[in-house]
């Protein structure tokens, strides 16, 4: 009876000292939230159930689109748009959760006025269907970030509102309250609540206020780029104007957002308000002509030539669209000011996006289809589609080295018609709307497949589209530019 026990004792001790070990051991499958403690991990569990099973690459998260309206100007050089974008993608590497990019430029071609708002737009909607973006910062191409803690992602997955990248206070600029121009960074989701841009405005100014008017009709609050404005010295220190952005403006004790910091008139403003920034090499090694800034720090560099946009709105009022007194009716500077400016209803981000283009990942064709043409002031004709190469050479100058036609539009090009006045032939003045329809089928391979391996963010290269915007002349007859004639046909680049 004795040694029975004995046995038995001797068991038991064997048991436990097992148990005991497979305890001690780490597993390979660590235990994943929701398991119990007495519970077997799920991931274990998972195994065992599908040992066929084979652990897939998760996809690579959607990239950030940089939209930027564009058109060449007397006295600006060609080389803008490769400068924008070898000094961006450079300067991108040093800002979180930024890993992958593609940079849209949508070029105006036509004899219109220009139309910020639309391009956007475009840019926008292309973003969408060829790239998948979720993520989009709308730019001005002359506008070059410096300071590091300006965001180009959201710091959570939830997108909560979007961020005015070059508010008051940090654009180079602009001080007055109610600014909404120059860089912005939206959610795909943002922009679908504020049915993006206007196409209404033509000429210099007024999309970015109805965009503000949008965002305020919608309920949508947004964020500033990041924490500021700074804190001032309390020893009577001048800020050093090459140092940090503050957020705060030049000789203004008040924060620009509450307070127009400006002074008038404007030759006052410019003389007491601005201090001019050097050109010369970037901190990224790209060379920038001499600019100025209102804003204490460097936030943005304001890489102009040929001279700055509000000077020439004082010096030659007509580069303001002279617009009906009905257009104008709560769209003047008042209302800007004030909070009031009246948006447009008629256009925006929905008359271009095809309705399969609202998911992610495209499924389905557009319901609404091309055949009775866009609703009035979405229709527009793209000439080419380009992805352009870039390379900075050793003098910080960026030029263009290659040009080749983008995969997505050498796709709807061979799978169109190559003239007459179909909708959706190559050389309709909707061929633009086509295109994006054809982006958004079933049936074509975008979003394309990335390989998240490659260093995308090393490459100075940006996707070059150039359009021709539709306007009603009998409707909005200060669409056109002074002294230009009407608006002829161009062939559509197909090599």
């Known amino acids: 009876m004795r040694q029975h026990v004995s046995r038995s004792f001797l068991a ?25 403690p007495g519970q077997q991990p799920a991931s274990l ?16 998260a959607p990239p950030l689109c940089v939209v930027v309206p564009y058109r060449e100007r007397p006295g600006r050089t060609a080389r803008e748009p490769e400068r924008f974008a070898a000094y961006l993608r450079r300067w991108l590497q040093r ?4 890993d992958r990019v593609r940079i849209w430029l949508v070029e105006q071609e036509d004899e219109q006025r220009f139309n910020r708002g639309w391009l956007l737009n475009i840019g926008v909607a292309l973003g969408r269907a060829v790239d998948g973006c979720d993520v989009f910062a709308l730019h001005d191409v002359d506008l070059l970030p410096v300071d590091p803690r300006i965001p180009y992602a959201f710091d959570t997955d939830a997108n909560d509102e979007p961020i005015h990248l070059s508010p008051p206070g940090a654009h180079p600029e602009y001080c007055y309250p109610t600014f909404r121009g120059g860089a912005w960074l ?13 196409h209404a405005y033509w000429g210099w100014g007024q999309e970015d206020d109805d965009l503000g008017a949008r965002m305020r009709d919608a309920n949508m609050s947004h964020g500033r780029a990041f924490r500021y404005p700074g804190a001032r010295p309390t020893n009577g220190e001048l800020i050093d104007q090459a140092g940090p952005c503050t957020g705060r403006v030049a000789a203004c004790d008040h924060d620009p957002i509450r307070k127009d910091c400006g002074v008038y008139p404007y030759a006052r403003f410019v003389k007491h308000m601005f201090h001019p920034t050097p050109g010369g090499k970037t901190a990224d090694g790209i060379v920038v002509p ?7 720090g460097v936030c943005f560099v304001h890489a102009h030539e040929g001279g700055f946009s509000r000077d020439a709105v004082e010096v030659k009022p007509d580069l303001i669209s ?6 104008q009716r709560g769209r003047r500077w008042a209302d800007v000011i ?12 929905a008359g271009l996006v095809p309705t399969a283009c609202s998911n992610r990942r495209p499924q389905g064709s557009n319901s609404k289809g091309l055949n009775a043409g866009p609703a009035p002031g979405h229709g527009f004709q793209v000439l080419a589609v380009d992805k352009i190469g870039v390379v900075v050479g050793v003098d910080g100058v960026a030029d263009k080295v290659r040009e080749s036609v983008h995969p997505a539009f050498a796709s709807w090009l061979s799978s169109t018609t190559g003239g007459g006045d179909s909708v959706s032939s190559v050389g309709s003045r909707w061929s633009g709307n086509a295109f994006l329809d054809h982006a958004c089928d079933e049936d074509t391979e975008y979003p394309y497949a990335y390989d998240p391996s490659a260093n995308e963010m090393s490459a100075g290269a940006y996707t070059r589209v150039r359009v021709r915007l539709t306007c009603d002349q009998e409707e909005a007859p200060w669409c056109l530019q002074p002294g230009k004639p009407p608006a002829r046909p161009l062939s559509i680049v197909t090599e």
């Open 186 to 198: 939206f959610s795909w989701r943002h922009l679908l609540d504020v049915n993006g841009y206007s």
């Open 338 to 349: 004030d909070g009031r400016f009246r948006r447009d209803e008629a256009t925006g981000l």
């Open 290 to 296: 001499p600019s100025r800034s209102l804003a204490e």
């Open 322 to 327: 002279k617009t009906s007194d009905e257009f």
């Open 95 to 98: 800002v979180k959760r930024v």
């Open 12 to 36: 038991l001790l064997c048991v436990s000292a097992l148990v005991a070990l497979h305890v001690a051991v780490p597993s390979d499958h660590p235990r994943e939230a929701g398991d119990s």
């Open 45 to 60: 569990e998972r195994r065992q159930t599908f040992p066929e099973a084979v652990a897939s690459t998760p996809s690579p």
